[in-house]
């Protein structure tokens, strides 16, 4: 049976830096719950999906209406498993044990309340009408990398770039880095991409943006959140 999307929200157990982090209250609800809510309210998708291997987690997503229709197995449930090993392990469950094929699937990160539904339909259009192999966000830099400064053995500083020590920022040429919250993909394509060939992006601005590894980034999400819900 051909579907055409899924959502594949990866949420294994067991984080260190925030212990629970996958479903850590954040302003009222689990975090995972902002991902599940979003893919689900986008109406992009024939199947809302959490991998873990956590049955608190399962349990948790099920009571916000993803499914879990199997656990992720020990293999891709280490530190070193990769979101492709996790996408391919997912897909090829679902087509062994239901039957199901998928065109496009999006693995959307548990820990991305700031997701916007526009930005999830933008990358669905950009990776449909430019038949890319995968789509995702980014944001620049805050500052210009290429004024980047290293410390060396001896505990001087330098530039990285020192060709740029009299250059403008403005004529800098803008970076930017991985948004961190979802990726498009083309199954089709899948098997045979190597990152970042046949790649596009959509650009985000940085309130819509937060890297969340310590309780400081946390607390910078909540921030960012309630600006832009109007909730303060």
Known sequence: MNNKSIAIIPARGGSKRIVGKNIKDFLGKPIIAYS???????????????TTDDEEIATIATKYHAKVPFMRSSVNSGDYATTIDVIHEVLHNYTQKQGRVFQFSCCIYPTAPLIDITHLHQGFKKISDQRLTSVFPVVAFSYPIWRGLKIENDGT????????????????????HDAGQWYWFNNEKLNNWNWPDNTGTIILSEEFVQDIDTITDWKLAEIKYSLLNNLT
């Open 36 to 50: 599940i809510e979003a893919a689900l309210k986008s109406g992009l998708f024939d199947e809302v999906m959490v």
């Open 157 to 176: 500083t330098s530039m990285i770039w020192p060709e740029y020590l009299d250059s403008r920022s403005q004529d800098l040429k803008v970076v930017y």
